[in-house]
C-alpha cells in the first residue's frame, strides 16, 4: 500500500511548497499536488512542518573497526538518524585497519554488518606508497578518495607529497571520483609552531592554537591542488575549508572549469575563535576556527555558490583524549569535533538570522553531498525514483542543544549549550520509520551503497 507524506511546506527541488510525496515500497513514486492523493494510500498529514529530503553527510570518521571505544556504526548512525541525516560517507582513517585497500575495506564492511540506523558509504584512503591498491578499493565500490597533505594525526594513514598525489590522480584519471584532500601543507604550519615556541606561547591559549596553522597552510595548499586539478583534469574537493582567503583562489578556477569542488563545516560557520575560552579544547580541530569576520566571508562564499557543501567532519575520541591529565593544553588534545545529528539545527539558527531559505541548506546539506558521493540518482532530493529518505523539520522551534540530544558514544562536544532552530520530528530511511519524538523505531537496516 503506497504511503503519502503531505505538507503545507514539502521541500521539492523546485523549492518549497504544498505537495504530496507518494512513497511505494523504498522508493517516491511521485510528487504530486497537495490535494492528489492516491487512492488506498495511509496518508501522514504534516500541515505546516517541512517535509525535506535526508541529510547526506560526506564527512564522518566512524572509527570503527578498531577504535569502536572512539565511536562506532551503531552509534554513528544512530545519532545521524536523530539528526536527519539518511547517508552517511565514512572517511578511510581513524579506524584499524585503515581503509587503504580492498580488504580493509571488507573488514569494515564486516563491523558494519547489522549495526547502521542509516544508509552509509565508504571513502578510500590515498597515502604514501599505496597507489598499486586503489584500483582495487575502486572496483570495490568507494565513492572516492581521501589524503592528507599533511600529518592526519593516525601513524597508519601517511601524508602525501605533490609526487604522490600525482601518482594518486593518474590511477583515478576516468574513474572520475573524487580525490578529496585535507588542505594544509606542513611548512608554514612548522615555521608558525617554531616561532610560538620560541616566544614561549602559552599552550593552552585558543590563540596559540589558531597562531599554530595559519591561514597560509590552507592558501598554499590550494593553490598546488588547483594546479593538479587543471592539469590532469581529475576532480578535487577540498575538505573542511577554514580560510576564507583561500575562496578568491578557488572561485577563479571554478569559473575556468577547473573541477575542484570545496566544502565546509558547520563548527566554522557556527563558532567563531572570539567566543573560545582557553583550555577549551574541546573546540580543538585542524585547520582551526577562525575569527567572526572569517566565518562571515564563509558563509557569503555559500550564498554565492562558492562553497559547494556543509558537511560535519564529526570525528570524536574519549574524553580522556580530548582533555589529557595535562588539562587544556591545545597540542596534548586530540582534534576532531563531535556534532553528527547537531548541525542541521545549530547551522539553520545562523543561516535564519541572515535570511537564508530552507531551500538552500537542502542544497548544502542534501543535494550537493549526495552530488559529490556519486548519490545524486537516489539520494539527496525529493524526486520520483529517489529512496524516500525523509526528514519532517519544525523549522521555528527555538531550543538549546543539551546532554540528552547527544546521540554518539561520548557526551562530549562545543555544541552543548548552543541554540538552536528547528528540530527533526521525524526520520524517515527508504519508507520506513527510524526516529520519531526521541524515539527509534524498528532495526538497524543501514544499507551500503556501495558504487556498482
Ligand atoms: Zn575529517
Not at 503519502?4 to 517516491?28: K, Y
Request: contains cysteine.
Amino acid at each position: 500500500m503506497p504511503q503519502a507524506f503531505r505538507s503545507e511546506r514539502v521541500l521539492t527541488p523546485d523549492g518549497l511548497r504544498p505537495a504530496t510525496v507518494v512513497v511505494e515500497g523504498e522508493r517516491i513514486a511521485s510528487v504530486r499536488a497537495w490535494d492528489d492523493l492516491p487512492t488506498g494510500a495511509t496518508l501522514n498529514d504534516y500541515e505546516q512542518l517541512v517535509v525535506m529530503p535526508g541529510l547526506v553527510d560526506t564527512h564522518v570518521h566512524i572509527n570503527e573497526p578498531g577504535r569502536t571505544e572512539w565511536e562506532g556504526f551503531e552509534t554513528a548512525t544512530r545519532a545521524a538518524a536523530a539528526g536527519g541525516v539518511t547517508t552517511l560517507v565514512d572517511m578511510p582513517l581513524n579506524c584499524i585497519p585503515e581503509t587503504i585497500d580492498a580488504e580493509a575495506l571488507e573488514a569494515k564492511r564486516a563491523a558494519a554488518k547489522g549495526k547502521t540506523w542509516v544508509d552509509w558509504a565508504a571513502w578510500g584512503g590515498v597515502v604514501r606508497g599505496n597507489a598499486d591498491s586503489l584500483p582495487g578499493l575502486v572496483a570495490a565500490g568507494v565513492r572516492g578518495f581521501k589524503c592528507f597533505m599533511i600529518h592526519s594525526g593516525i601513524e597508519g594513514f601517511a601524508w602525501v607529497d605533490e609526487n604522490d598525489l600525482r601518482l594518486a590522480l593518474e590511477k583515478l584519471r576516468g574513474t572520475r571520483l573524487p580525490l578529496l584532500v585535507h588542505a594544509e601543507i606542513a611548512e608554514p604550519v612548522e615555521s608558525a609552531t617554531a616561532r610560538l615556541h620560541a616566544e614561549r606561547a602559552d599552550p593552552c591559549a585558543y590563540s596559540t592554537w589558531l597562531t599554530s596553522r595559519p591561514d597560509a597552510a590552507e592558501v598554499d595548499a590550494i593553490a598546488l591542488l588547483i594546479h593538479l586539478a587543471e592539469e590532469l583534469s581529475t576532480p578535487i574537493h577540498v575538505v573542511h575549508l577554514s580560510s576564507a582567503k583561500a575562496l578568491s583562489m578557488l572561485t577563479g578556477a571554478r569559473e575556468r572549469g577547473v573541477p575542484i569542488t570545496v566544502e565546509t563545516c558547520a563548527h566554522y560557520l557556527c563558532f567563531t575563535s572570539g567566543q573560545i575560552p582557553d583550555e577549551a579544547t574541546v573546540f580543538k580541530c585542524a585547520p582551526p576556527i577562525r575569527d567572526a569576520a572569517n566565518r562571515e566571508r564563509l558563509i557569503e562564499a555559500l550564498g554565492a555558490g562558492d562553497i559547494d557543501m556543509i558537511v560535519t567532519d564529526h570525528s570524536p575520541c574519549p574524553p580522556e583524549m580530548k582533555f589529557p591529565p595535562d588539562e587544556g593544553n591545545f597540542n596534548l588534545a586530540w582534534g576532531g569535533i563531535a556534532s553528527l545529528g547537531l548541525t542541521l539545527p545549530a547551522v539553520w539558527r545562523v543561516m535564519h538570522s541572515r535570511g537564508v531559505k530552507l531551500e538552500s541548506m537542502a542544497k548544502w546539506m542534501a543535494s550537493a553531498p549526495a552530488k559529490l558521493a556519486g548519490l545524486e540518482g537516489r539520494k539527496g532530493a525529493l524526486f520520483t525514483g529517489a529512496d524516500a529518505d525523509i526528514v519532517v523539520f519544525e523549522d521555528a522551534a527555538e531550543w538549546t542543544i543539551s546532554e540528552s540530544d547527544l546521540r554518539f558514544r561520548h557526551k562530549l562536544s562545543p555544541y552543548l549549550g548552543l541554540k538552536a532552530r528547528g528540530q527533526v520530528r521525524e526520520t524517515w530511511l527508504r519508507g520506513e520509520l527510524v526516529f520519531s519524538a526521541g524515539t527509534f523505531f524498528g532495526a538497524p537496516r543501514g544499507v551500503e551503497q556501495v558504487r556498482a
